[in-house]
Nanobody, 126 residues
Framework: QVQLVESGGGLVQAGGSLRLSCSAS????????MGWFRQPPGKEREFVAA????????YYADSVKARFTISRDNAKNTLYLQMNNLRPDDTGVYYC???????????????????WGQGTQVTVSS
């Protein structure tokens, strides 16, 4: 079992950047596919980005392609989300999620993940 802790959220102006981190407080992330999801105010949780356990495969929601980059450092047991050119509609609570895997798959729906962090707030002002 793995416990996830997100950090790096905050308030930023439109066009700015933030880097979110997700660390495992217990266990190792080495054999876990990982993903980032977000929940905008008053809306359902939505997919943002996903990455295979090795980092060799990644996938992005259309709304964040070319602006966000998902990456991981298995030696540091940490997942990242670099967010550039932020827009007000990127505002929300951002969650990292993990799923144990034995291949290089990535997963894009929330019900495919077993473990979740508590979330970190990202607010983008116009």
């Amino acid at each position: 079992q793995v416990q996830l802790v997100e950090s790096g959220g905050g308030l930023v102006q439109a066009g700015g950047s933030l880097r979110l981190s997700c660390s495992a407080s217990t266990g190792t992330l080495r054999m876990y596919a990982m993903g980032w999801f977000r929940q905008p105010p008053g809306k359902e949780r939505e997919f943002v980005a996903a990455i295979s356990w090795s980092g060799s495969t990644s996938y992005y929601a259309d709304s964040v392609k070319a602006r966000f980059t998902i990456s991981r450092d298995n030696a540091k047991n940490t997942l990242y989300l670099q967010m550039n050119n932020l827009r007000p509609d990127d505002t929300g609570v951002y969650y990292c999620a993990a799923r144990m895997v034995f291949d290089f798959s990535v997963y894009r729906t929330s019900n495919e993940y077993a473990y979740w962090g508590q979330g970190t707030q990202v607010t983008v002002s116009s």
